[in-house]
């Protein structure tokens, strides 16, 4: 008899909770944390825990899980021994000790609510390299790029288009959504290029959308107001030495590409200028070319729709992207004043490595 103690029929008899050592508050720990766990290899644990507990068998629980049965009872005995659903989690894994133990969580997303342009920063948000140099100066620990990278991705962040949201909506009017951005037709804009190279673009008070980190699950809102407005900014760039000159103008006239003009000659007394523009209208009034022949200002078309060939287009992109975009400044001159300022901050190497004159393929690369 004794041979044949605890089975029935020739069958081992299943444990019940109580004899595996569950007391009667497993099944109420084990269904909050069911309810909380966000890992999925966590979430597999307690499960089949709570299986167990609910006085399933070991082989019901694995085909309902999908592990394996000493898996299922290993969980089991490292969960008796404390009761407690939260030691479920994976141990530390062996390795090299984590980078930048003092760069925590908290602090990481403390830093990535600040205002970049609040603490001298040239940008309207954060990307990756400016974070790492923030770090580096306030807490003195040097992380590179790609662990940074992966830091912030932990932290559920996301490289994302931000939505726009106005800052006071008006119970009285309308609200009306996207399409005012800072126009990419600056291509069309008074596009010139010279010795030195100039260009407009036009800067809009409504904010262009770019891509930006953001919590996974939140929308990257961007206040506005819902008010627009628009300043046109001529700006040169020396392809040899990398002097730049920038004048701020209310439009984009023949009155206003003329006293860019005078500008230029202020600007570049002595000598010759000669003007590589396209066909816009400012460029081709009959006004404009009489005052740039008294100037002696040279004018040298260029094909159409070759923006490829304009030397100060992508200080133009760069600019929209790391202070227009992805907020409304109080006021559009101060958005011009910000733009201004860091086109005129850059070192004259990183100016001409910006706008690719410093590239082998730069097309008037034999010219200077």
């Given at each position: ?179 005012l951005f800072?126009a990419s ?165 990183e100016a ?17």
């Amino acid at each position: 008899m004794r041979l044949f103690a605890g089975r029935i029929g020739g069958m081992r008899k299943a444990k019940s909770p109580s004899e595996r050592g569950f007391d009667r508050y497993d099944k109420r720990r084990l269904t909050g944390a069911l309810r909380r766990v966000t890992d999925a290899r966590t979430y597999r644990r307690v499960q089949a825990i709570l299986l167990v507990a609910q006085g399933r068998t070991v082989a019901e629980v694995a085909q309902i899980t999908g592990a394996q049965p000493w898996s299922i009872y290993a969980w089991v005995r490292v969960y008796l021994q404390t009761h407690r659903p939260d030691r479920m989690g994976d141990a530390p894994r062996p390795g090299r000790p984590r980078v930048a133990e003092t760069l925590t969580e908290a602090r990481l997303v403390r830093e990535f609510r600040r205002d970049p342009m609040r603490l001298g920063y040239n940008a309207t948000g954060w990307t990756v390299a400016l974070l790492a140099d923030r770090l580096q100066k306030k807490y003195g620990v040097a992380i590179s790029p790609r662990t940074l990278r992966r830091r912030v991705r932990d932290l559920d962040l996301r490289w994302k288009r931000p939505r726009d949201v106005y800052a006071t909506k008006d119970p009285n009017r309308a609200q009306k959504k996207g399409g005012l951005f800072v126009a990419s037709n600056a291509y069309r804009s008074g596009r010139c290029c010279c010795f030195p190279t100039p260009d407009a673009t036009i800067l809009r008070w409504f904010p262009p959308l770019r891509y930006a980190w953001g919590f996974r699950g939140e929308q990257t809102p961007v206040k506005i107001t819902g008010q627009n407005a628009k300043r046109v900014l001529f700006g040169t760039i020396d392809p040899r030495t990398g002097h730049r000159v920038v004048l701020r103008r209310p439009r984009q006239r023949q009155e206003d590409f003329q006293a860019f003009l005078r500008e230029l000659r202020r600007r570049y007394p002595g000598r010759p200028i000669w003007l590589l523009l396209d066909k816009a209208p400012c460029h081709q009034a009959v006004r404009s070319q009489q005052l740039a022949a008294r100037l002696d200002i040279l004018p040298l078309w260029l094909p159409k729709q070759c923006p490829e060939l304009n030397a100060e287009d992508p200080l133009w992109k760069e600019l929209k992207r790391l202070i227009a975009a992805n907020r409304q400044f109080r006021t559009l001159d101060r958005e011009a004043d910000y733009a201004e300022r860091w086109l005129l901050g850059l070192s004259p190497t990183e100016a001409l490595r910006k706008a690719g004159i410093l590239s082998d393929d730069f097309w008037l690369k034999a010219f200077l």
